[in-house]
Structure formats: C-alpha cells, structure tokens
C-alpha cells in the first residue's frame, strides 16, 4: 500500500473512542470534550448500487436495476457470485486504511434496508456482518463510523438513489413502510449502542425531494420524531441527525429541538460556493443551538472543491465528501479503470445484444479486481484540494470567506451577480458574452470552458488570501496564463497575494502543486 499513500502524506485526524461523540453549544464534541470539525468520506455504492458511479444511464440506475441487469447478463447463479465478490472487493481493511492516512476522520457509510432487513422486518445478517467488518477495520484505523440510511423501506425520495419500489416515496405512503424503518432503526440502535466507533445515526437520506417536500412535510417531521422516541428508548448515548427535505437542503421543517443530542445535515452541489448559500443553515444554527454538518458534497472541480471545503470550515461547520470511490471518474480520490469491454456492458442496458454471457462474465470478473483499492488509479489532487495540503490549483474566486481586513483588502468594488454577493472583491467574467447564470455545473470535473471561466481584477496593493497548508510560495497567473504582476507572501493561514501595479489573476498554483489535471 505504500506506493498509494499520497505525496506529501497527508497528517492524520484519528478517532477517538473513549467516549461518544456529542452535540454541546452549536459544536460536535467527542468524548473528553474536545471540540470537533468533521473531514470525511461517503463510501457510496458499496451497500446501495448508484448507477452513475458504474457509468450506467436509464435502465440501471438503481439498486433493483443494477441487479437485475446483472442476472440478465450473468444469470442468476453468476450474479450472486458477482455480488458477493462484488462486496469483498469494493471497500476493504485497504480502503479504510487509505482514508486514514489521507487525513481523514470518519466515513459515512449508506445503507440499503434491503441489504440488513427482510420483507417481514427481521434482521439479515450478512448485511449486518458488512457494518461490523467496517466498524472493526476503522477501529484499527482510527476512523468514525456515520450509519446512513440511504434507502429505507418503499424509498425515502421516489428516485432512484433510494431503491424505492415503485419510483414513489411509499416510507410516507405506506404504513407497513414506516413500521419497518421505526423496526429497523431498533435493531440498529441494539446493535451498536454501545459501540464508541458508531459517530451517530443518520435517520434518512435526502427525504422527500421536488414536490414531495411539500406534500409530506408535516409526515416528516412526524417521523423523525417517532425514530427519536424509539432510538432513545434503547440508546441514550449516539449523536442523532436529521436532514432536511428537498436533497437535504429544505430545513423548513426544524423549528424547533427535537432532541438536545443531534445534528443537522444540509448537501450542497453545483451551486457557488459562498455564504449566502447556506445561511440559512448558519441561521437554523443560530436559533437552534444546534451543530451543523455538511454530509455531501463534490462531484466537481478541484477549484470547486478546494474553495467550497474551505467555506465549510471557515464557519465551523464539518463535513463528508461525496463519494470515496467510483468507476473512471476524475472527482473522487480512488477511481476505478474500467475493464475492456465495459463499454459493451453499457451499451448492453439498451441492447441486449451488446455483449455475449462468455465476454460479460469476463468483464465483471475483471471489474471485481479493478475495484481492490491496490488496483485503482488514485488522485491525491482530490484529497488535496479536500484539505488545502498544497492544492495543485486554486481558482481566484477562492479567496478566503472571513472578509474585508481578514481574507481581502482592495479598493475597487466588484462582482457578478449570484456568486459571492456578501464580498467587495472585483471578480468579473474572463469573457464577457453568453455566460452561464450558474458556472459551476461541472458534474465530471471537465475542464471550465471559456464563458465559465471567472477571474479578480486588483489594483497595486490590493490583496487577497488563500488559506493553504504546505505552501512556500506559488505561481499566480492571468486570464491568458501569464504570470501576473503580484508578489505571494506567507500569512498565518495560508498565502496572501499583493498587486504590485494593475493586474488580473485567475488561478494560484501553490509551490508542490502540478498545473495540469
């Protein structure tokens, strides 16, 4: 494993298990009551199947349809073995260990309830075995366990990440469904309300998204509630947390505490990474006294990444990156080569005549050794970009977010509407002409093209700072790629970029960073 650790290796946040991790005035805590700020990964598509992160489209998105494509191809019997190998391979006692000497502190692990409960409530315990493997491989490594229950019974948002049946949110339609999530929440509680490893419990993933986040708002908060009450009744101890509606991100429904040990979660994606798009998080804070966690984010640029992760922190507010690992991706930090012929594999979802059984069974053999973390191509530029430990890039517009006197000093004023409203600092498009209402709709990491590209002008003394650990010095450069007239000191945050005369910048590359992507 060694040849995988990143360059330079990244410092350590181990776990503490002495105790349970708390909420206490608005901050997470552990258990000797040093105050926490989360940095983790999701480890998506292990117990739930997303069909993006094989590179599926319609006809395998889901759980159910990923299977069922699978027997198609590889019948029944292949498909169970497919499966089961499928499980040993893609998160391993290797992964847990990379995560950690990458300097994370915890994973979020989403849950299907079909892979630890049965029609009739009762507990499987091979899906169970899967968490408790986990639990032990990041007790030796130091890291928290988040249980995420991203699927629950009849599906939580009617989508596809969620499993749901019948493409509906049945968890509120369906009373069977809730009486098998409050059992099912049970069983967790039973199972590990003693384990010190286990961050917290997180209730649902994402409920209720588009229309249903009003039509069901009120059942929500009801069930959410009743969870509580039956999580307490057997528990006392585990940090709970609640997400809001609408991909997490409609918090209409916390008005007031429901239980003085729980946490808040809010997603963010594709959206400017600035202060007005989460103050209404910052504000629920406020009024609640209760902490905060952005539990989901990525799947974007390393520009993108590096300044949203930092507008996290900046405002204390921890976090998971979304996800660890997936199939030929340039936004996660193991990414899996995908083998010869899975282009055939793909095409097959519309055309079953694509691939022949010999050659899918080839091909998903080869697959279930390309997922072992030993065999995948690793991007420590994410993880780098994840904890500003020497980024290789850092976009202009990423100046810090503890404003005038403290992240900038400029005597022009400035801005394009939408995109960091709350700051004076001169930022324009580097074309004018046709440019996006929101530039950062980067799903795959592509490159910004031109009419996306955003830069800040400054004046001889104007400066800006960009909060970076490892940095000596960096080259910075203009919307053409020259060098611009600026002179890069160290500040106790980072480095803070000075005009020298008039001058424009568009991105920073740290010294120890790598210009290319």
């Not at 019974?153 to 499993?163: A, K, R």
């Not at 069983?187 to 249903?212: H, I, Q, S």
């Amino acid at each position: 494993m060694t040849d995988l650790l990143p360059t330079p290796v990244f410092e350590r946040r181990p776990a503490t298990f002495d105790g349970f991790v708390r909420a206490r005035d608005s901050r997470l805590v552990d258990g000797a009551g040093r105050e926490l700020l989360l940095r983790g990964v999701g480890l998506g598509n292990w117990m739930l199947p997303e069909g993006y992160m094989w590179r599926f489209g319609p006809g395998a998105e889901s759980p159910r349809e990923i299977e069922w494509l699978t027997e198609r191809l590889l019948g029944v019997t292949g498909a169970g073995q497919f499966w089961e190998g499928f499980r040993a391979n893609f998160i391993t006692r290797a992964d847990i260990a990379l995560i950690a000497a990458s300097g994370f502190d915890h994973v979020r692990l989403p849950i299907n309830s079909r892979a630890i409960q049965d029609e009739n409530g009762e507990p499987i315990e091979a899906g169970y075995a899967l968490i408790d493997s986990l639990i032990e491989w990041c007790r030796e490594h130091r890291l928290w366990v988040l249980l995420d229950l991203h699927g629950a019974p009849g599906g939580q948002t009617g989508t596809n990440i969620d499993d749901s049946p019948q493409n509906l949110p049945e968890l509120f339609m369906e009373p069977r469904y809730r009486d098998l999530t409050l059992r099912l929440w049970r069983d967790l509680a039973t199972r590990y309300r003693d384990e010190t490893v286990v961050l917290g419990y997180d209730l649902l993933n994402e409920p209720l998204p588009n229309e249903w986040q009003y039509t069901y708002a009120d059942a929500l908060a009801e069930l959410y509630r009743d969870l509580t009450r039956e999580i307490r009744a057997i528990d006392p101890d585990h940090l709970i947390v609640y997400e809001g509606a609408h991909w997490a991100t409609n918090w209409d429904i916390f008005t007031e505490v429901w239980d003085e040990n729980s946490l808040l979660q809010f997603h963010k994606y594709w959206s400017s990474p600035d202060v007005a798009t989460i103050q209404r998080f910052l504000d629920a804070r406020d009024r609640l006294g209760l902490p905060i966690y952005m539990g989901e984010g990525g799947e974007n640029t390393l520009e993108w990444i590096y300044t949203a992760f930092r507008l996290y922190e900046a405002h204390n507010i921890g976090w998971n990156f979304w996800p660890w690992k997936k199939i030929d991706t340039r936004t996660s930090p193991a990414s899996i080569i995908a083998p010869e012929g899975w282009d055939r594999v793909v095409a097959s979802i519309d055309d079953p005549s694509a691939i022949t059984p010999v050659e899918a069974k080839r091909v998903f053999d080869d697959l279930l050794e390309a997922m072992k973390v030993e065999n995948v191509r690793w991007q420590p530029e994410v993880v780098s970009a994840l904890l500003a430990s020497r980024p290789a890039v850092i976009p202009a517009w990423g100046y810090g977010f503890r404003g005038a006197g403290e992240s900038y000093s400029v005597a022009a004023r400035g801005g394009v509407a939408g995109i960091r409203d709350d700051d004076t600092v001169p930022l324009r498009w580097a074309r004018k002409g046709d440019n996006p209402e929101n530039p950062f709709e980067q799903s795959d990491g592509r490159p910004y093209r031109v009419t996306e590209e955003l830069v800040v002008d400054l004046s001889a003394g104007d400066w800006v700072e960009y909060e970076v650990a490892g940095a000596e010095s960096a080259r910075v450069v203009d919307g053409e790629g020259v060098d611009a007239r600026v002179r890069v000191e160290r500040s106790d945050r980072g480095i803070r970029v000075i005009a020298t005369s008039e001058t424009t910048i568009s991105r920073i590359y740290p010294s120890g960073g790598d210009q290319t992507w």
